[in-house]
């Protein structure tokens, strides 16, 4: 059962997380106004006040929450003309949802407390399909007594919260989160194929991997992608994953710090990518370990399917 909440807020980007987010702060009891570039996809969540511009969604709300592509979106969004930060009253807070870089997170702290505002890096773990089901892995970054005011928001839309001290810290681990999954994918794709080169089925392999000390939610979900070949649809695109490792090592390269995984991850993502395989599910890195193992990179029994 929903009971009102006195926070107006505002969603921007209504894609495969900001839509079911959006619905579950309505379910929630929130007043919720949201807004996307594609204005049809506002229908998308009932209960909602669809709103034509990015000024008139924001106007009079307590915290607006973005959640886009990347930087260059989320910049256009934030900094443009008629954007969030024009908009948004003094006092407000907007809560930056997306995967971005350290850089653009500095630049939007700078930015919002020059007007009065505040920007509260907060990525979330999780896949659309965790998203619907309010049980995403909150992770905001700021003041204290702004992410307590804040709590029954992530409460709304998450099963746990991890506050960091500041916003650049929320968007540090969220990369360095991220690089694990991709991290896992690669290994799980070098496994299988090691595996299935000296003869052990894929999804043969996998039981025992998940069965004994390496079983968890990322190994099982994208084990059983790559040990099936089944990249499609997409909870999470392939060219996403590697503009988050593109991420990692950027800021990797600013801390001074080598991280040899994730540059041959971001090595076979790109070749994915180059090969036109950029909106198959990011356990789709799959296809490029096969190929460099000599094996097809779709399994038969997949193809058939």
């Known amino acids: ?53 990015i000024a008139e969604a924001v106007a009079g709300a307590d915290v607006a929450i973005t959640l886009l592509a990347d930087d260059a979106a989320l910049r256009a969004v934030t900094l443009g003309a008629g954007g969030v930060l024009d908009a948004l009253p003094a006092g407000a807070v907007h809560l930056g949802m997306s995967t971005v870089s350290l850089a653009i997170v500095r630049e939007l702290v ?19 399909d965790v ?41 540090l681990a969220k990369l360095a989160g991220n690089f694990m999954i991709a991290g896992t994918i690669e290994m799980l794709s070098e496994a299988l194929a090691f595996g299935e080169k000296g003869g052990i089925d894929p999804e043969q392999l996998l ?18 992608m790559i040990a099936r070949t089944e990249f499609e649809p997409a909870g999470f695109a392939l060219h996403l994953g590697l503009k988050d490792v593109n991420l990692v090592l950027a800021a990797s390269q600013q801390l001074g ?3 040899p995984v994730a540059s041959v991850v971001q090595q076979h993502l790109t070749s994915a990518v180059d090969q036109g395989r950029g909106d198959i599910d990011i356990a789709g890195v799959a296809t490029v370990v096969r190929e460099e193992a000599g094996l097809c990179p779709v399994r038969a029994s997949s193809a058939q399917a």
């Open 1 to 53: 059962m929903s009971h009102p909440h006195t926070l107006q807020i505002t969603v921007l980007g209504l894609g495969q997380m900001g839509a079911p987010i959006a619905r579950n702060l309505v379910a929630r009891g929130f007043a919720v106004r949201v807004w996307n570039r594609d204005a049809t996809k506002t229908a998308t969540v009932p209960g909602a006040l669809p709103c034509t511009t």
């Open 110 to 128: 700078e930015a919002h407390a020059a007007r009065g505002q505040q920007y509260i890096a907060s990525p979330v773990f999780g896949r659309p």
């Open 131 to 171: 998203a619907a089901a309010a049980k995403l892995f909150v992770v905001p970054g700021g003041p204290a007594d702004t992410l307590e005011r804040l709590a029954p928001v992530f409460a709304a839309i998450g099963q746990a919260t991890f506050p960091m001290a500041t916003p650049e810290q929320a968007a």
């Open 207 to 224: 039981g025992l991997l998940t069965g004994t000390v390496f079983g968890s939610p990322i190994v099982n979900r994208y084990g059983g």
């Open 257 to 259: 710090l080598p991280m």
